[in-house]
């Protein structure tokens, strides 16, 4: 389970975490209308990367979390995940958090919250599902939570803890 505990600055390199990529800073909460037929709660996206937030009914894991990152027009990479909404709180700094078998991540990278093969984040910057090498071409995607995106997780956590 998870501990409470400080968190430690990870090595930066021109102005945010080594194992963070730039191009986090590009995504942005999608506001418009969803179509009939699509079930997406959330949609985190920029000019290579598109990450879907949805609810899903049953008894602990509550999100899909679906991303996709495009390398160039020949590459890209699709990746999903399941995870429990206090994950989810704590993937985007609503909660601070890091389990005890995740321990090992932030004192080899650094960060604030973290979940072995789920998640790593310092502060405002996070990674999914991991550290990576902050490089054009890494499979990890990152995001640069801003207040607007860690509203959106909150307001939507919400609106499924009233059903």
Known sequence: M????????????????EWWH?????????????????????????QATNLSITHCEGRRIRWI??????????????????IDTRTLEEMFGIRE??????RWLIKKYGGSSARECVFLRYKDWLNIPGPGTGND???????????????????????????
């Open 97 to 102: 958090c890091i389990y005890a078998n995740s």
């Open 137 to 163: 071409g890494d499979p990890n995607l990152s995001v640069y939570v801003t207040e607007e995106i860690r509203d959106a997780i909150r307001v939507t956590i919400e609106k499924y803890k009233r059903k």
């Open 65 to 82: 979390l679906r991303w996709t990152i495009v390398f160039s027009c020949e590459s890209h990479l699709e990746a999903q995940q399941f």
């Open 2 to 17: 998870g501990v409470a505990h400080n968190s430690i600055r990870p090595l930066f390199v021109l102005g945010w975490p």
């Open 22 to 46: 730039h191009h986090g800073k590009k995504i942005v909460l999608d506001n418009r209308e969803r179509l009939p037929g699509h079930a997406e709660d959330i949609i985190l996206c920029s």
